[in-house]
Each structure stands twice: as structure tokens, then as C-alpha cells.
């Protein structure tokens, strides 16, 4: 079995409104990734050479994901995403040519932005037992980076919880040399996390996010989007329980109609 599976290529559909807070991160990344895969020949005239890699390090579940997809996206650019523990393979040579194949495949469908989610476990620092596929990858990863020409519309964003033990060989200038905080969301960020994740859910009018956003201390965006998704079946299970059978089964309006989540489903 070959560990060279296919680079996918996508073009992810997340929106900068989809993703609630981090308003300093998303104008960074505006002006890091999306001003220069749109505007190459602004750069070019003012003489600045944009980023060729960017770190994203914060708490599990904050938006790292979520972010790169949107400036992707909304740089109306290409998409490869890569989890380096997947990358890292047992047989010779496979790592460095996967990795290979992937800076190829985004050079031919540029603009395009990399995306190394987990990128600390293919480049923790070399330490002195040297973990030698890993600095293999590393090295393959730098050579890469390092040929990235200007304004040849390809970037690439890593994501990583541990900016502590990542290789500072990465982090060197023409390398990830922009690292952004994606911090766990405050109260204001939560209440935007909350409207985004109730969009398309009908919420009962008992239902108030902002008493919601303050009571979550402590959740990230993907708590936020879980206790969404539990409330919602939460209310779906008590509605069954409510109405007669005949009406939960024939999906009818009133079932329908009474489909709401309300505050005590959020409990
Ligand atoms: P990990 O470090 O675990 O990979 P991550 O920081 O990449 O996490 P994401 O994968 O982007 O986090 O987020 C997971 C899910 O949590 C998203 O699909 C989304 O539903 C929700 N989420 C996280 N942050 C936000 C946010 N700021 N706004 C809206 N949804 C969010």
C-alpha cells in the first residue's frame, strides 16, 4: 500500500461571516494571503514581498481550520489540506515525495494555499536523536518554501497548539515568518459564534445568545458548535415525546412548525 494518496484539490466554501470573533486575525490574513493572491501586481509597485508562510497557533478547536479555508475561498484561490501526522510515512523516500507532489500540484492550480493542519508533528525541533523522516520532511518542507517564488500564488498556512516545539528552522524569514494568535473566543466573540452556528436553526423566542455567551465561559468555537447541534436534538427528542405519533411520523406541518429549539434545550 502506497502512502502517496492523491492531493486533493478543493475549493472550500466557508465565508469570513462563517466564522464568528477573530476579527484582528481575519484583516491580517486579508492583508497576508488575500491582498497579494489578488492584487500581485499591487506588491510588485510598492515593493514588498508578502509572506510565503504563515503560522496559525492557538487552543484546539478556535477556527484554525475554518480561517484558512476562508481566506482560501474569499482569495477566490485553490485549497490543499495536509494533517502532518498523515504525511509522515514509514517508507523511505514516500514522505519527501508526497511532499513534493504537493507544492507541484499547487503551483499548477495557483493561486492556491497550502494548508498544514498538526504541523508540529512533522516538524517538532530535531532533537539529538534525529528522528530522521522527520528531518527528511523538514528538509523537503524548507526546500519547498524556499522555492516558492514571489508572486508565484502559492501559500502556505500551518496550523498547529504547540508553536512551542515546532522546529525553528520553520520559522526563519521566507518561511513562516508571520505567526498569528487565534485565541480562545471572549464573551463577544461567543455571542458571534452563537448567531453564526443558530443561522439556520429556528430558535424558540425564550432563547437569548447573549445570556448564552456569557454562561460559556471557557468554550471554544467548536464547543459552541456542538451544544448548538445537542440542543437542537435535545428539542428534537422532546417534540417527538410531545405530539402523537402519527404527526412526528408523517413529518406533518404541525410537526414541523413546532420544531424549535428553546432555552431549556440549551440546559
Ligand atoms: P484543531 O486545532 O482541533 O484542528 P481548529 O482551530 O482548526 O482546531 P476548526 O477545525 O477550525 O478548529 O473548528 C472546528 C469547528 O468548530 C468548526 O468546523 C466550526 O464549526 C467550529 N468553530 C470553531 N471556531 C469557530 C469560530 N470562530 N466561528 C464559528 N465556528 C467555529
Known amino acids: 500500500p502506497s502512502a502517496l494518496r492523491e492531493v486533493l484539490i478543493e475549493v472550500p466554501n466557508v465565508r469570513w461571516e462563517d466564522i464568528g470573533g477573530l476579527e484582528d486575525v481575519k484583516q491580517e490574513l486579508r492583508e497576508a494571503v488575500e491582498w497579494p493572491l489578488k492584487y500581485p501586481k499591487a506588491f510588485e509597485r510598492l515593493g514588498i514581498e508578502p509572506p510565503k508562510g504563515i503560522l496559525l497557533y492557538g487552543p484546539p478547536g478556535t477556527g484554525k481550520t475554518l480561517l484558512a479555508k476562508a481566506v482560501a475561498n474569499e482569495s477566490q484561490a485553490n485549497f490543499i489540506a495536509i494533517r502532518g501526522p498523515e504525511v509522515l510515512s514509514k517508507w523511505v523516500g514516500e514522505t519527501e515525495k508526497r511532499i513534493r507532489e504537493i507544492f507541484r500540484k499547487a503551483r499548477q492550480a495557483a493561486p492556491t494555499v497550502v494548508f498544514i493542519d498538526e504541523i508540529d508533528a512533522i516538524a517538532p525541533a530535531r532533537g539529538s536523536e534525529g ?3 522527520t528531518d ?4 523537503q518542507l524548507l526546500t519547498e518554501m524556499d522555492g516558492i517564488q514571489e508572486n508565484s500564488g502559492v501559500v502556505v498556512i500551518g496550523a498547529t497548539n504547540r508553536p512551542d516545539i515546532i522546529d525553528p528552522a520553520l520559522l ?4 513562516f515568518d508571520r505567526l498569528i494568535l487565534v485565541p480562545a473566543p471572549d464573551e463577544k466573540a ?3 459564534i452563537f448567531k453564526v452556528h443558530t443561522r439556520r436553526v429556528p430558535l424558540a423566542g425564550d432563547v437569548d445568545l447573549r445570556e448564552l455567551a456569557k454562561k460559556t465561559e471557557g468554550y471554544t468555537g467548536a464547543d459552541i458548535a456542538a451544544l448548538v447541534r445537542e440542543a ?3 428539542a428534537m ?3 417527538m ?3 402523537p405519533r402519527e404527526v412526528v411520523e408523517s413529518e406533518s406541518e404541525e410537526f414541523l412548525e413546532r420544531l424549535k429549539v428553546s432555552k431549556k434545550d440549551f440546559e
Open 241 to 243: 415525546r410531545e405530539l
Open 172 to 175: 526563519r524569514p521566507g518561511r
Open 190 to 192: 461567543r455571542l458571534e
Open 232 to 234: 437542537a436534538l435535545i
Open 131 to 133: 528522528d530522521r523522516v
Open 237 to 239: 427528542r422532546r417534540i
Open 136 to 139: 527528511r520532511l523538514i528538509n
